[in-house]
């Protein structure tokens, strides 16, 4: 039997504009668009809540591809909804509009045999549930928590007592800033690991991502597209790529961990490609292991110990 | 006899303020900044202009170090100043103001021993001054030449006939994109390869800088930094690292021009770690390897050929 990997967070229906095209009412959400890349690598148990209304179709092809939706409530109302424009160069967006649905309700309940997960993914969800989450789950090797501006706010306190019981905070740089009051994204990021987690994942959008520990920082870049298509969810497929590899390999070494940093990359990489959860779709284990290698490339350079002279 | 490494570019009196302080009428300027950085690792001679003004000590200094100063022609009237003010976090900086002062009658003539450069950098000064002194050189193993968005939009012909005569266009990402039109960085990058130059450096602030050819694409993150007190002079400070490590190897090969872009961006971030030039003139040969070296710790992932399962 194969190691445990657990996400909850949002799935959600996507209305998104860019300068390339529109979707509207597309699956989406953190928890979608996490399966969507970890199960490339390893299974996937995923717990979240959805509205009579939402497209069955869309989990049935994450189910083929081997997420587990036993953990999946289905809920009189409508699912949770999220609609966003891009900048003409996809490098801001604007939220237009965020209809919580179900999800207003949702009291996230694991399934017995989840509960053995031994790679668990918190998404941007209430810290309260979150929270809720850890308690059902029984001996996690290694715990990753999303948050965002709203709870940073909202539920600092909560948010504080979170920290406490994971083991990576993944955010992007903005969130970092906010959380910590920092703008310096090295000193935020060790301003978390003052709060609780051993580790900072910091994503960066198209410049990559950072991970900070106590003594060491590990940077991957963003892998050079010339076509970006649609920017959401790729830090979500990122975790997704992150946490599966971790859960495939079993295995939270230092060393580890970078390479799932760099699948985590991949994975982003891929999803941006292509309008929606489309982009990983296709995607096979080769296909990431190629652009895996297409990283090393990227940044390899030897050393010249002696020169200059 | 080292192999010449010649820079031209503008000498200034700097009066910037950060957060953290201000200076006011410091040594600085494209020639200046590179060659601070440069003569840690190789001789240089720099070619450029001072006003009657100009404190001749700091430019003592860079002489005792090794740069050659038989270039630097002394002119009547004021020597050109910049003063400039960098938002809280040092992301953007409001030019205040640019008095060219002897600048403005500036026609570089380089003395005889220069004109034997085998690495030569054409700092931001117009484009038709860069030409002349491309004119003055014999025959150069490799140029490089940085430009600005004044100098993209008043003397674009000017600028695109002098692509078609270097071998790297060095600019930050405003201004590739201004100069290509297109705001994704990758294909700005090959727009400029196919206006002239082999490679495209794009210099990124805090996030490092790209090596772009038609085959590859090399990434080398900025070194992370908690304290930044002056970005001032960082891209010329990598310019002179880079320029400076290929001329102290004279080896102009794909593995070579990568760890050159690794000693530049360990010169850029010793520039921005103190005010004007300070940063740059305490730092010895062993520092730069050891930054060197943590580049690589920072990047470093090994591939797992075979797994995950």
Request: hydrophobic share 45%; proline share 4%; glycine share 10%.
């Amino acid at each position: 039997m194969s190691v445990g990997l657990l996400v909850v967070g949002s799935i959600a229906l996507d209305s998104v504009a860019t300068p390339f095209g529109v979707t509207a009412d597309a699956p989406g959400g953190s928890a979608v668009f996490f399966s969507a890349a970890g199960t490339i690598l390893h299974p996937v148990q995923i717990v979240g809540v959805i509205g009579s209304d939402y497209p069955l179709g869309a989990l049935k092809a994450l189910e083929a591809r081997g997420v587990d939706l036993s953990g999946v409530e289905r809920a009189a109302g409508e699912s949770f909804r999220w609609k966003a424009k891009y900048s003409y160069d996809l490098s801001s967006r604007e939220t237009l509009d965020t209809r919580l649905g179900v999800f207003a309700q949702f009291r996230p309940k694991l399934p017995e045999k989840f509960r053995d997960a031994r790679y668990v993914f918190l998404g941007n969800i209430d810290p309260e549930l979150q929270l809720g989450v850890l308690d059902q789950v029984k001996q996690p090797a290694l715990v990753a928590c999303d948050t965002m501006n709203y709870w940073i706010h909202s539920k600092r306190d909560l948010l504080l007592e979170l920290l406490r019981h994971i083991d990576i905070l993944m955010v992007n740089d903005a969130e970092a800033r906010e959380l910590s009051g920092d703008w310096n994204i090295y000193r935020a990021a060790h301003w978390v690991l003052e709060h609780g987690p051993r580790m900072t994942v910091i994503k960066q959008g198209e410049h990559g991502a950072l991970l900070v520990n106590h003594d060491t920082t590990f940077k991957v870049p963003a892998y050079p597209l010339q076509e970006v298509f649609d920017p959401t969810g790729a830090g979500d497929a990122f975790a997704g790529g992150f946490m599966a590899y971790l859960a495939s390999t079993d295995d939270v070494s230092l060393a580890n961990l970078r390479r799932a940093m760099v699948y985590g990359a991949a994975m982003g990489s891929f999803a941006v490609e292509a309008f929606g959860v489309e982009g990983l779709a296709g995607v096979t284990l080769d296909d990431v292991r190629a652009r895996v290698r297409a990283f090393k490339q990227l940044v390899h350079f030897d050393l010249d110990e002696g020169k200059p002279a």
